[in-house]
């Protein structure tokens, strides 16, 4: 029996692999062909395949379950195709001892989604950006086109890039007083996180009173804040550049101050129950080759695979939006095409027994 895992285990890791590289270098070149719009004097192409290249670990995070689902059909139905299953189901090998041996590349597969989301792909977005908006030359500035907004306490805080060692960008301070009108506006081209204080530089203050406007500018200049560099760090990457347990911390945090945390409980629990999906996904898998898809072409499977999981990555992308829209858990938003794949691959199994 151990040589019949290792070689159906075997079989459908090769099929994965080779459909994931297959993947990631369409979705590598794609990137590729959409960074030359970007391009300027500054930003050339050595940067953006740099770029690029630091975006490969979120890439092949994106591309996991997807690639699960077509290698494991592939995988399967090359056994199914030179009647190696039917052999195997003769002999009195089981459909579950079958579905349990295609499993044990898969959880070696969520172990790597796992390894990424929490350890790699939080440091490998941030140093893209940084390296992209450093080459654009775009973090002083003023704009508000770009960057990320906080609130603390009366101020309201815009910053165009958080880097690491404490250091920001492009910041931006609205303060307001209780009646809720704006009191200052102050703009700091840098902030550097020194002695437990941020020490400001460049900084172009303007006071609004009754029937005075007055300006100032400093070249140094103390900030008084409870929010620490890590905090900043968390806020500048989308939500789905953040790994589990910063989701976490910051979607808690943002519910501590009544803040809607909707979009980062969404992403924690995408991230939270990636290893349900891929399962999910190869259940159905598994269930299409045991069934309606047994003694069809490989070119049918593969494109069964690719509706399949467009179906289950577009109903996951309405879920999620209509959860912040209407309201209801993003848990559930997340949970329901999870669901409708086990079940859908549990009544084919059944089936086919």
């Known amino acids: 029996m151990y040589k019949l895992d290792w070689y159906i285990g075997r079989t459908v890791a090769m099929s994965i692999g080779a459909v994931l590289m297959i993947i990631l270098g369409l979705d590598i070149i794609f990137a590729i062909v959409d960074e030359m719009g970007e391009m300027d004097a500054d930003y050339q192409t050595a940067q953006a395949v740099q770029y690029i290249i630091w975006t490969i670990p979120s890439r092949l995070y994106e591309q996991l379950g997807f690639s699960a689902l077509v290698g494991c059909m592939v995988g399967l139905g090359?056994?199914?195709?030179?009647?190696?299953?039917?052999?195997?189901?003769?002999?009195?090998?089981s459909i579950g001892r079958i579905a349990w041996a295609v499993m044990k590349p898969v959880l070696l597969l969520i172990i790597l989604g796992m390894a990424l989301a929490e350890f790699v792909i939080p440091v490998t977005n941030q140093v893209a950006e940084s390296r992209k908006a450093i080459a654009l030359g775009d973090l002083d500035d003023a704009g508000l086109e770009s960057g990320m907004w906080m609130r603390d306490g009366d101020e309201f805080i815009h910053f165009n890039a958080a880097l690491s060692g404490?250091?920001?960008y492009g910041i931006t301070r609205y303060h307001f007083d209780a009646e809720r009108e704006l009191e200052w506006v102050e703009f700091s081209e840098r902030a550097q996180f020194a002695e437990?204080?941020?020490?400001?530089?460049?900084?172009?203050?303007?006071?609004?009173?009754?029937e005075l406007v007055q300006?100032?500018?400093q070249k140094r200049a103390s900030w008084q804040t409870d929010i620490s560099p890590q905090l900043f760090a968390l806020v500048v990457p989308l939500p789905s550049d953040l790994s589990p347990s910063n989701?976490?911390?910051?979607?808690?945090?943002?519910?501590?101050?009544?803040?809607?945390a909707s979009r980062y409980w969404l992403q924690f629990w995408k991230k939270l129950l990636q290893p349900l999906t891929i399962a999910s996904l190869v259940m159905v898998a598994i269930s299409f080759i045991f069934g309606p898809l047994r003694e069809v072409t490989t070119g049918l499977r593969v494109f069964t695979g690719v509706i399949v999981g467009i179906v289950f990555q577009t109903l996951q992308d309405m879920l999620g939006p209509s959860?912040?829209?209407?309201?209801?858990?993003?848990?559930?938003?997340?949970?329901?095409?999870?669901?409708?794949?086990?079940?859908?691959?549990?009544?084919?199994l059944r089936r086919a027994r």
Request: charged letters at 15%.
């Open 78 to 93: 090359t056994l199914a195709g030179t009647s190696e299953l039917t052999v195997m189901r003769a002999a009195g090998v």
């Open 166 to 168: 404490g250091r920001l």
């Open 196 to 210: 437990n204080q941020w020490v400001l530089s460049n900084s172009r203050a303007t006071r609004f009173a009754e």
């Open 215 to 217: 300006s100032d500018a």
């Open 247 to 260: 989701l976490w911390s910051y979607a808690r945090f943002l519910d501590r101050k009544n803040e809607d």
């Open 323 to 348: 959860s912040l829209v209407f309201g209801f858990p993003p848990f559930i938003a997340v949970m329901v095409p999870i669901l409708l794949c086990f079940g859908i691959g549990w009544m084919l």
